[in-house]
């Protein structure tokens, strides 16, 4: 095991690698920004380093500084955390070329699913289901435009680049095509520097359901089951649950069973999470690969009773997996919500500025509890980052039990001197769609409007 490794991130996430750090008897060494001095994730480490000034690309992005804060303090590791430089292959590079472990996946396997279209490809090739569309990126418009008439409209052109919502047009009819192609291809290389696109039919009214998966260097390949993430505004998801309320049983052991054998196929190793999406017909096709750890990885362990982040280190210290498939099982429910500092009244713009009070639910009768936060009474939001300030998540004896219970939590959740998103979570836990289990990823904007 390591003796001591450097998270490269910040907020809520940082204290929860450094908490599974300390439960294997690991050294922490935080870093931080000129704007998170008073950040009080920086306590709860062993060691802490200033890397820069506030600005994200001069700090928690900036890879050589990061890595000689690493080698400076002796550590063995580096956990990216999510976003920031979490699936950054030239840092997961540059990380082995200093010798440092990178808690995460291998530098081959974070690019080729980083390349959407890839991905799509690998995927099919290992007997996963994708979406109807077009083989690898598109040569030119001509081509995507041939395709599009034998798959049928609507279309969506997404960049190979991409994910998350950027460089992506839907096309309803041929008229447009040409058009939404030079959009999307614009929008790709600015973004990106890269204009590929790749194509799939539209899937109306679908739903997001991702994996958890892991694999560990000896060939052991499991999956944690699936959360459902249709509760998203503008591509930011705002509630995940688990398990889906839309998912069977045999359909998560074939699903789950044909992901063992990709990852084993493609040698992935640590934590990744695999997207699908779901029709109105239920079936689920392979969307994309998420080659990190999810903001949304509690929910998974409330079910699975399972530590991702211990089991992500254990792993990079090429320990063997600590359970097998057999030995998953889920139990119950449970459901987070993301607090913001944002105004929902204000079209969500951010909400930053002193944290007068904070005062999580502790105990809710007949559930389970758990806040990932690292803000506290007194703590000021800085405008340099996302606006997450705390996760709370609920677990209960099944789906009803852990929704009454997130309305108790919510209730009691005091925030004062910053706007959140508290008020909206409350109006999505008290919708009767939401209630029955029955919304999709268009449910929020149609909820607000
Ligand atoms: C789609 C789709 C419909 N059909 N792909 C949006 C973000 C990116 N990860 C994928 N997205 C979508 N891909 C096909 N073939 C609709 C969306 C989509 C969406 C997906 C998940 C959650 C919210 C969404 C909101 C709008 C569109």
Not at 299 to 327: K, Y
Request: aromatic fraction near 8%.
């Amino acid at each position: 095991m390591f003796k001591r490794i450097l998270i490269a991130n910040r907020g809520e996430i940082a204290l929860r690698v450094i908490r599974a750090a300390r439960q294997l008897g690991v050294e922490s060494v935080a870093v931080y920004s000129e704007a998170d001095r008073e950040s009080p994730h920086l306590e709860q480490a062993d060691q802490r380093v200033c890397i820069g000034p506030p600005k994200s690309a001069e700090s928690y992005l900036d890879m050589p500084a990061i890595i000689q804060a690493a080698e400076q303090h002796d550590c063995c590791a580096i956990h990216p955390g999510y976003g920031f430089l979490a699936e950054n292959a030239l840092f997961a590079e540059l990380c082995e070329q200093a010798k440092m472990s990178f808690i995460g996946p291998p530098a081959a396997a974070i690019r080729a699913m980083g390349d959407k279209a890839t991905a799509r490809e690998t995927m099919r090739a290992a007997g996963l289901p994708v979406i109807p569309g077009s083989r690898g990126t598109l040569r030119n418009i001509e081509q995507g435009l041939t395709r599009a008439k034998e798959i049928g409209f609507p279309v969506i052109l997404k960049a190979t680049a991409g994910g998350g919502g950027k460089g992506m047009r839907r096309v309803n009819a041929e008229e447009e095509f040409a058009a939404k192609y030079r959009d999307a291809a614009l929008e790709a290389e600015k973004a990106f520097s890269n204009p590929g696109l790749y194509m799939e039919k539209y899937i109306v009214d679908g739903r997001h359901i991702e994996f958890q998966v892991m694999a560990d260097a000896f060939g052991n390949a499991v999956h944690l089951g699936e959360r459902e993430c249709s509760a998203q505004r503008r591509h930011q998801k705002l509630v995940e649950e688990s398990p889906s309320p839309v998912m069977t049983p045999e359909l998560r052991d074939e699903l789950g069973e044909k992901l063992r054998r990709a990852l084993q196929l493609v040698g992935y190793r640590n934590a990744g999470t695999v997207e699908f999406f779901r029709d109105q017909d239920g079936h689920l096709y392979f969307m994309e690969m998420n080659a990190r750890l999810q903001v949304e990885h509690p929910v998974t362990e409330q079910v699975t009773g399972r530590d991702l982040v211990v089991e992500q280190i254990r792993i990079a210290a090429n320990e063997e997996l600590s359970f097998d498939q057999q030995e998953i099982t889920m139990r119950g429910h449970s459901i987070e919500c993301r607090i913001n500092a944002e105004d929902p009244y204000e079209d969500f713009r951010p909400s930053p500025g002193l944290v007068e009070t904070f005062q999580p639910p502790s105990e809710i009768e007949g559930a389970r509890v758990r806040i990932d936060s690292h803000v506290r009474p007194g703590y000021r939001i800085p405008v340099y980052y996302d606006s997450l300030i705390a996760k709370l998540i609920v677990w209960g004896q099944d789906r009803d039990a852990a929704r009454e219970a997130m309305i108790d939590a919510l209730e009691r959740f005091e925030v004062g001197g910053v706007k959140t998103t508290i008020p909206v979570h409350l109006q999505i836990m008290r919708n009767e769609q939401f209630a029955a289990g029955d919304y999709d990823t268009g449910f929020i904007e149609r909820l607000l409007g």
